[in-house]
């Protein structure tokens, strides 16, 4: 199998540069950014839900999938650096951001994908997800293989064992007080973050459930990818996966965590970049 755990960067080439106060990168949540201007908003009617999505580019359709508790506007900086390649689709998650809210669990929310790319009139895409996107992501190719084209799988779990407890986590602390911060701003429905919040935590506590079996069927290319700082996922859990699909690439990235996309962006998006494009 071919293994891309070996591109680990050296620091040398690397280069990071810490914070000013001597923080690591992995220990920083930077700013949320803003999603660039884009070509196309709305709301799609899927599920009898309301999901905002826009469109940024033209071409092959990469579809960029969130991760729980916040909104397509993380993906800015990974927007910025595709859409000069090809079409990209980011949307909010059903009760996140901007969309209407309902049940909660994977397989739900991997139809909403699936629906909104049905409301877009696009039978097949590149897949990026990031944590409950890239959850969502393996259950669009176990469930719906037809429907992708490539699936770059940040920050996933296979099962709720491969879950760290992050209470004791500045840096998820941080993110979860900006969350509330930015639902409210966002959501329709602004004064119900707690229960929002609770219904997540229910799901990530309770699902997936990818038997081995399932991950082996996966026929699209796949990277399994992570950072080796990651707070939130057991590293066995990212191997276990990478080791049973196909074919699968396995990536982790250096001097980064959870939120590696935003703590590295020009490492993350270039190996984004090399996944979808690279050959």
């Known amino acids: 199998m071919r293994r891309l755990s070996i591109i680990l960067i050296t620091l040398a080439t690397l280069m990071v540069a810490l914070p000013a106060l001597g923080e690591y990168p992995w220990h920083v949540l ?48 990974q927007v910025r650096a595709l859409q000069t390649h090809c079409m990209v689709i980011v949307l909010d998650s059903r009760g ?6 309902g049940p909660f669990s994977y397989d739900l929310m991997s139809s909403d994908v699936v629906g909104l790319m049905d409301y877009l009139h696009i039978r097949r895409a590149a897949l990026v997800g990031w944590s409950d996107g890239a959850i969502i992501g393996l259950d669009i190719a176990i469930h719906h293989p037809d429907r992708l084209t490539k699936l770059f799988a ?9 879950v760290k407890d992050t209470s004791e986590s500045s840096v998820f602390v941080t993110f979860i007080r900006r969350a509330s911060d930015e639902y409210q701003k ?13 219904a997540i935590e229910h799901m990530w506590a309770t699902e997936p459930h990818f038997t081995d079996d399932q991950l ?6 796949t990277w399994i990818v992570d950072a080796d700082h990651d707070e939130a996922i057991e590293r066995a859990n990212t191997d276990q996966m990478a080791s ?31 996944f979808l494009f690279g050959g």
């Open 216 to 221: 082996r069927h996966i026929k699209v290319p």
């Open 96 to 101: 996140h951001g901007r969309s209407s809210s």
């Open 30 to 77: 930077p700013p949320t950014p803003a999603l660039p201007q884009s070509k196309q908003t709305g709301f799609a009617p899927v599920n009898g839900l309301r999901l905002w999505y826009a469109i940024f580019g033209r071409g092959e359709p990469v579809v960029m999938v969130h991760g729980g508790l916040a909104s397509a506007n993380y993906w800015g900086l």
């Open 186 to 198: 966002l959501s329709p429905t602004p004064k119900q973050f707690d229960t929002f919040r609770a």
């Open 244 to 274: 049973v699909i196909p074919g699968a690439g396995e990536l982790i990235l250096p001097d980064a965590s959870h939120f590696a996309f935003l703590q590295d962006p020009v490492q993350f998006n270039e190996m984004l970049l090399h």
């Open 154 to 162: 940040f920050a996933a779990n296979s099962n709720p064992s491969g």
